[in-house]
């Protein structure tokens, strides 16, 4: 079993940046697939983007100029730097970890953008 916790969700003004952080268990944390996904209320979550084990990192239209994700596997963990926030980004902020068929969430963040 895979332990995965968020954390740096918050209140932010439209036009700002927060930056989430994911930390998930496990001696082979450098094999892991991380994604980062959101969940707004009465939608269906939705993927953000993904680092893969090597570094190489993908980006849903909807964010790719505005967010960046990156991981550090001495710390076994993984950040999502979001920049220029607006109010449709608010949503419950999800990390989930892939390792071959295997999948695992955290309890995720809430990101408020909101004057």
């Known amino acids: 079993q895979v332990q995965v916790v968020e954390s740096g969700g918050g209140l932010v003004q439209p036009g700002g940046s927060l930056r989430l952080s994911c930390v998930a268990s496990g001696s082979i944390f450098s094999f892991y697939v991380m994604g980062w996904y959101r969940q707004a209320p009465g939608k269906e979550r939705e993927l953000l983007a993904r680092v893969f084990p090597g570094g190489d990192t993908t980006y849903e239209d909807s964010v790719k100029d505005r967010f960046t994700t990156s991981r550090d596997n001495a710390k076994n963990s993984v950040y999502l730097q979001m920049m220029s926030l607006k109010p449709e980004d608010t949503a419950v902020y999800y990390c989930?970890?892939?390792?071959?068929?295997?999948?695992?969430w955290g309890q995720g963040t809430q990101v408020t953008v909101s004057s």
């Open positions: 989930n970890v892939g390792l071959g068929q295997r999948t695992y």
